[in-house]
């Protein structure tokens, strides 16, 4: 049986929320409609009393007592559940499009919905949804953690940034490094640096690769700070350690 794609709907316009609902499930009945609220705080109330399972949120930006973005900040802030988020507005404006992606909005739709841009939308979302086992059920906190780690463990030669890992499971950057600091002991950066250090230690001692080829397979374009990074990390530079110094 096909795993059904649990969603809630937040809009304080009754006939636009049933309308949204109404789109998407006429897609299939893999989407299920778990939540529908009038506002962003008994959205929020629901979800964190009753630990309410869902995949996706769609959610008016302009609501009463608490706008869209905000209800998308206190999600990330208070729970630890993995899912995309889709903001629905009545007008374009790119600084808030922007504000909308930081916390985390995989798209947006703009009012009167266009069934054909819900479909794009809604096809955008499943194709992630099947491909990645984050949002396949509901995860935890550690497994995110997790998940980040063997990613970042496998592309350690690319150029890193919070905001690139914590998309990978689907968090908001601030919090996932706040919350990766708290289960590591360690901040994700200097995180980075220390496996690429190990990795570059072992690239030393176990092939022939010069050493801005180790810099480079690191992470490090610039050699010499890569080599100043290491002395930093091991106390020797990497050609001591390369002639057993």
């Not at 995989?106 to 491909?131: G, T």
């Not at 689907?170 to 250090?197: C, P, Q």
Request: overall charge neutral.
């Amino acid at each position: 049986m096909t795993e059904k794609i649990k969603v809630i709907v937040v809009d304080d316009e009754s006939r636009l929320r049933r309308g949204i609902e109404k789109l998407i499930t006429s897609n299939g009945e893999e989407w299920e409609i778990v939540g529908s609220y009038v506002t962003g705080q008994s959205c929020l109330d629901d979800v964190i009393t009753h630990d309410l399972p869902f995949d996706v949120l769609f959610t008016d930006v302009k609501m009463p007592l608490m706008s869209g973005l905000e209800l998308l900040t206190r999600l990330n802030e208070r729970t630890s559940k993995a899912y995309y988020a889709v903001i629905i507005s009545g007008y374009d404006d790119f600084e808030f499009i922007q504000k909308a992606m930081r916390e985390g909005a995989l798209d947006y739709l703009l009012k009167p919905i266009d069934r054909l841009e819900m479909q794009v939308c809604l096809d955008k979302i499943k194709a992630k949804f099947h491909k990645n086992e984050v949002l396949a059920e509901p995860e935890s906190k550690n497994v995110s953690i997790e998940i980040a780690t063997q990613w970042i463990h496998e592309h350690l030669h690319e150029t890193l940034t919070i905001e690139k890992i914590a998309g990978k499971v689907f968090m908001n950057a601030t919090y996932f490094s706040e919350y990766f600091k708290r289960k590591t002991g360690e901040t994700v950066l200097d995180y980075i640096t220390k496996k690429r250090m190990e990795k570059a230690i072992t690239l030393l001692k176990t092939t022939n690769m010069k050493i801005y080829e180790i810099s480079l397979a690191t992470g490090y374009t610039d050699t010499k700070y890569f080599s100043k990074l290491f002395k930093k990390h091991y106390g020797m530079l990497p050609s001591q350690i390369r002639h057993g110094e």
